[in-house]
């Protein structure tokens, strides 16, 4: 069955579209009005080998924070809906990833139960005109959406564009990990509670 989903959310602050597909090879087609963000979930797809679709239009005449906040909104439900009642998914995944002098590392469990353990500094508080600390909500949003235990830290670097990528890069591949089908789970819901 086709892991896909689409998701829409309208406020009055932010329009967004989401449509995931978890087997996919990577393809990414988004427009978020951020530029950054965009490479940032340009990442996300292509080392999750995620499919991604998203177009988002906010009030970034205010600031960044509602758009980045509402898409890792969305970007979560939208997994949730794909991953459906997680039947033979391996549900943990890790990595460990390095860009130049960066080290960072992303820990996944689709536990049903939402939270996010942060652990990432960086040295300056803007990359281009996007803030630092708006990668924060972005992931504490798609954590709680997604209904995923989620763990990023940085290990070491100190340039800010390599850790930020280097933190979208390890939640993709530990993501990719975990919603994996697990040839040997077959469709047993990995769970001793028998449901996630």
Avoid: Y
Wanted: aromatic residues 6%; proline residues 3%; glycine residues 8%.
């Amino acid at each position: 069955m086709a892991r896909i989903a689409t998701i829409e959310r309208n406020t009055s602050e932010t329009q967004i579209s989401v449509t995931v597909n978890l087997d996919g090879t990577g393809l990414a087609d988004i427009a978020t009005g951020i530029g950054f963000l965009d490479h940032m979930l340009t990442a996300l797809a292509r080392h999750g080998l995620f499919d991604l679709n998203i177009r988002a239009a906010g009030d970034l005449q205010i600031d960044f924070h509602h758009t980045t906040e509402d898409v890792g909104i969305v970007l979560g439900a939208a997994l949730a809906r794909a991953l459906g009642d997680k039947r033979g998914i391996r549900r943990f995944g890790h990595a460990l990833v390095p860009m130049d002098e960066t080290l960072a590392e992303a820990t996944v469990d689709i536990s049903g139960r939402p939270f996010l353990a942060w652990n990432v500094a960086f040295d300056r508080p803007k990359i281009g005109e996007m803030d630092t600390e708006l990668f924060e909500e972005f992931f504490r949003a798609l954590a709680f959406n997604a209904l995923i235990t989620l763990h990023i830290t940085r290990r070491a670097g100190h340039n800010a564009h390599h850790v930020a990528e280097a933190c979208f890069k390890a939640a993709a591949r530990a993501l990719r990990a975990a919603t994996e089908p697990d040839p040997r789970v077959g469709d047993a819901i990995p769970s001793t509670k028998g449901s996630l």
